[in-house]
């Protein structure tokens, strides 16, 4: 009679169960090694026993670069799996969840308003009172700041409004000053001469004496009486006149 078909189930003996593990390692082993060999193939074995104990075998010492070569190519399948099943589309999923999301944001934002209340409950209602406790603080840290630099902004206009005001100011004086200065002179002049007389004296050559007119028989020359204006100041006369005969 042939041999029957084993069945594979756990071996509870443990000293058959050791002794069908080495036996089936050595065997496994020749077996990698001779694909390895016969198909020129790149083959990574790796066992280990019950007890932990580490068995491997790789073409040519190269597990590193094996499991290397490995990891690069699980990632890209798995890249290439999710890849193909977004393609063939889970949209329901995520429009569900889309959907979902803007129903919730929608919820809070009536809520935020006051409204849509009866349903929220006391944990719910205290949450919601530190959020906007919250928000108010950041929103006057906001606006106090805003205010800040306003009113910082303001002065710094008026005073550079001032600094002008005082620069025209002093210009004005400045001007007022000269312009007095200038006409104080005029003045004096008007005051001991008379206009005409002070621009006919202005008009003469220096050295040259004053004219003078004789009329009558008499050469000699009257000595003027000194009149006074309005003002008490001596105007003397410039011309002198002499009713009389013509001298010979």
């Known amino acids: 009679m042939g041999r029957g078909r084993v069945q594979l189930k756990r071996i509870e003996n443990k000293i058959n169960r050791q002794v069908t593990f080495s036996k089936r390692r050595t065997g496994l ?3 990698a090694n001779e694909i390895s060999v016969l198909c020129d193939a790149e083959v990574a074995l790796i066992v280990f026993s019950h007890k932990g104990k580490l068995f491997e075998y790789s073409t040519d010492d190269c597990m590193e670069k094996i499991l290397e070569r490995y990891e690069r190519y699980s990632y890209a399948e798995r890249q290439l799996v ?21 129903e919730l944001l929608q919820r809070n934002h009536r809520n935020y308003l006051g409204e849509d209340l009866d349903s929220m409950s006391l944990k719910e209602l205290q949450n919601l009172e530190q959020q906007i406790d919250t928000a108010l603080k950041h929103i006057r840290a906001r606006k106090n700041h805003l205010m800040s630099q306003s009113i910082s902004e303001l002065q710094r206009k008026e005073r550079a409004i001032q600094v002008q005001n005082n620069m025209l100011v002093k210009q004005i004086k400045e001007k007022e000053k000269k ?28 050295g040259l004496p004053l004219p003078c007119l004789n009329i009558g028989g008499s050469h000699q020359e009257e000595a003027p009486e000194a009149r006074r204006n309005e003002l008490g100041h001596t105007l003397e006369p410039v011309y002198s006149f002499h009713l009389g005969g013509y001298g010979a």
């Not at 889970?90 to 569900?96: D, K, Q, R, V």
């Not at 005029?186 to 220096?206: E, I, R, T």
């Open 179 to 206: 312009d007095k200065a200038l006409a104080q002179p005029a003045f004096w002049d008007l005051q001991n001469h008379g206009p005409n007389a002070s621009s006919f004296l202005l008009s003469q050559p220096a």
């Open 29 to 31: 082993l020749k077996k």
């Open 82 to 102: 999710t890849t193909d099943l977004d393609s063939q589309g889970n949209w329901t999923l995520e429009y569900n969840r889309l959907k979902a999301k803007v």
